[in-house]
């Protein structure tokens, strides 16, 4: 089914994060775009997704991290976790996620559409931030930086 069906149903369906890092260890981050259909203007990993119908959850991972972020690089396989997030809109995501971790050196190329802003932080300043201000950040990224650290 179509992604916007199994959010309004709540079914389980898959997803994926991608966690990218440079050589000084700093990780990734994304603000959403602001009109994004759920969690706009919150901060998050790199990229976040659903594969398209039939599509390998990997190849949807690298493909949407070039749509989003600009960035080609090569992903591996970290952890999967499930989770379940209503929202206030009425939407539920009730992802089987899998955690994707990557390496690139340069800043990213922003799809406006998707991203509003970026940073690069380290992941102690990360963390840090996530436990004194949860609500800047979305609900899945909190869980899957615990999975990732």
């Given at each position: ?69 600009g960035i080609k690089t090569e992903l591996e396989f970290s952890t999967s976790f499930t989770y ?53 950040y979305t609900s899945w990224f909190k869980i899957a930086l615990?999975?990732?650290?």
């Open positions: 089914m179509e992604k916007m069906e199994a959010h309004e149903k709540g079914l389980l369906h898959r997803a994926f994060s991608v966690f990218i890092f440079n050589d000084k260890g700093e990780m990734l981050l994304q603000q959403r775009a602001l009109n994004k259909y759920h969690s706009g203007g919150l901060w998050t990993n790199a990229c976040c997704s659903h594969p398209r119908p039939n599509e390998v959850t990997l190849e949807a991972a690298k493909r949407r991290l070039f749509e989003e972020m379940k997030t209503v929202f206030e809109n009425g939407l539920t995501e009730h992802e089987f996620d899998h955690i994707f971790i990557g390496k690139f050196n340069a800043d990213p190329k922003i799809n406006p559409d998707e991203v509003n802003s970026f940073c690069w932080k380290s992941v102690e300043g990360t963390k840090n931030s996530v436990k004194t201000m949860p609500d800047i615990d999975k990732v650290f």
